[in-house]
Structures are given as C-alpha cells and as structure tokens.
C-alpha cells in the first residue's frame, strides 16, 4: 500500500484507543519478522532501526530495506530514526528517507542545552516533513557492545520538565522515563503507573515508552491505560533471535552452514512475538480502520 507517515499512524491510535508498536529492526530478518507479523494480525506498524546499528552498516543500506518492505506492505507500516545523537546524524536521516527521528540528549547536558538542541532539530525536520521525538529522563540500559553489565541507572522524568520541553521546542512526540530498561534484563522493571498518568494530563503530544522488553504483558498493557500510546520494543525480539539460532546450532552437526535453516527459523520467533505485543497493544485489525 501507499506509504504511510508515522504521525499518521500515531494520530489513527490515538484516535481509535490503541499502542503503537515501535519494533527494532537491524537486518532483512527482522525486517521481515516484523512486516509479516504485522501483515497476519492486520495491524499498523513502525520499522526502528537504532542510529548506531545503521550508522554501522552504513546509512542507506538497511533504510532501504524498510522503505521496500513499507510500501510493499498490506498493512499501513512506516519507518523511525532511533536515537539520532546529533544534527549531522538528523541531516543523513533525512537524506535517506526517514520522515520521523529522535533526538537524543547529550549526556550530562543540562535541559536548557537540550531545548536548544531540540529546537534546531525541529526546525530542521519541519523544512523537510519530518516529525520528532525527543526524550526527558534517562532509561537504565545494558549494551552487549559496551560488554555486558550495568550501563546507566534510570532518572525519571520529571513532569514538569516534559510540559516544559515540549512546548518549549514544538516536538510532536516524548518519550519519558518511569523505571523501564532497555538492554539485555531478564528480571521485569518496577514501573511508576502514577507517573505516566501525571505526565499525560500535562502533556498533550503522544508518550512514547523505551525499554518495553523489561515489562511484563499485564504491565505493558496498564501503561498503556495510564496514558502511553507508542512504544519502543528491541531486546526482547533481538533475545528471541538469537536465542533460536544458539538452539539450531547445539543441534545441528557442525558443518551445517545453511543460513536457510538458521536465520528463517530465527526470523519466524521473531513473529511470535511481534504478534503477542500487537494484541496485548490492542493493535490488530486496526490497519482495515486506516
């Protein structure tokens, strides 16, 4: 189908009283996971590729991918910028198709610096029809790059802070931070409920949630109830794939190099849980409403 905007897709939920499911995507598998997934369950959809696993590859290469499968697509289905740290990294986006980014704050910036930044981001992607999410408070995250372990400890938004920035820098869309975790956690997040629920009646863009992997389905579900409409899920697809291919390996004699018998199989586990998210989201069927 034709190629749909994120802000539309983001509107339409709102709209219509269910999540958004930002899922990260970072090869052909994944990619492919998520659109298939979403093609079975009929249900609107986002591509996410992190800015460090795209600058890796090389800007272009796995944008290009998402904007096949996107138009492609049987579902409205669309593609994000994650985690652009700077205006340079913006600016390629930009050049390379994404028409929805997020800034990141500079670590240990203070929040008038990050309004500036924000500002000249934003004014930036408006010339070019593009929306922006920017993010108050800091998610605890662990990256296998960085070699395993805690990364960071989690500052929760401020509500104040988030009406602030946002009206301040004319974002369309904030993520903030109430005790999820991004990275590889295994044991599920404590969540402030109530902090979500006073964000939002401050606050009118969308919320946005990082570190979704950390919740459990009952948890993933009350904060949505509480007021978050987008959310960003990574971990738990990149656990579920790797994971399969580990299996396939210890079982398979060791000059089984197949790709075919690894990374399909992978792939489909990726499904299985784009799927689970998608309904405890309240997403499916929705695309026929679009």
């Not at 009929?42 to 290469?61: F, N």
């Not at 910036?109 to 934003?122: N, Q, W």
């Not at 404590?190 to 919740?215: C, Q």
């Amino acid at each position: 189908m034709p190629y749909v905007e994120v802000k539309d897709i983001v509107d339409h939920a709102v709209k219509h009283n269910y999540g958004v499911s930002f899922f990260s995507v970072y090869d052909l598998e994944s990619v492919q996971g998520v659109i298939e997934a979403a093609e079975d369950t009929g249900s609107p959809v986002v591509l996410t590729p992190w800015s460090e696993d795209t600058m890796a590859i090389g800007m272009g290469v796995l944008e290009s991918l998402c904007g096949y499968f996107c138009a492609n697509a049987a579902i409205p289905a669309s593609f994000h910028l994650d985690h652009a740290p700077d205006i340079r990294v913006v600016v390629k986006g930009l050049a390379h198709g994404y028409r929805s980014i997020m800034i990141d704050r500079d670590e240990n910036s203070t929040l008038d610096e990050y309004i500036s930044k924000t500002r000249e981001v934003v004014r930036v992607c408006r010339m070019a029809g593009c929306t922006v999410e920017g993010e108050i408070g800091k998610t605890e995250s662990t990256w296998e790059s960085r070699g395993g372990g805690r990364d960071s400890v989690s500052v929760c938004s401020d509500p104040a802070d988030v009406k602030r920035y946002v009206k301040e820098t004319g974002v369309d869309s904030v993520a903030i931070t109430v005790g999820t975790r991004s990275g590889a956690y295994f044991e599920k997040a404590r969540v402030d409920f109530d902090l979500i629920e006073e964000t939002r009646k401050l606050v009118d863009a969308p919320l946005m949630l990082h570190g979704v992997s950390s919740l459990s389905d009952s948890d993933l579900r009350q904060c949505f109830e509480r007021g978050i409409r987008c959310f960003k899920i990574g971990s738990i697809i990149r656990n579920a794939f790797f994971s399969k291919i580990d299996e396939i390996r210890a079982n398979s004699p060791k000059d089984m190099l197949d790709i075919r018998y690894l990374l399909l199989p992978a792939r489909d586990e990726i499904k299985k849980v784009v799927k689970s998210i998608i309904r405890v989201l309240g997403s499916e069927n929705m695309a026929k409403k679009m």
